[in-house]
């Protein structure tokens, strides 16, 4: 989901996963191999950052 609104990511330790994206002023950890169940917080930390990427998009 990251990826398809511009987020890139980045390799971190064991099985976390960094994304990044130009326009959001941090970078998301998620942790947990590909395919398993976000934690509830890790999904509200990537609909906070999606909505301030595409928001920051809009007014440019």
């Known amino acids: 989901m990251l990826s398809q609104v511009g987020f890139t990511e980045v390799p971190g330790k064991g099985s976390h996963t960094n994304w990044v994206h130009p326009l959001y002023s941090g970078k998301i950890t998620i942790s947990g191999k590909d395919g398993a169940d976000a934690k509830r917080y890790q999904e509200k930390e990537v609909k ?13």
Do not use: F, P, R, Y
């Not at 906070?48 to 440019?60: N, V």
């Open 48 to 60: 906070q950052a999606i909505e301030e990427a595409e928001g920051k998009e809009k007014d440019e």
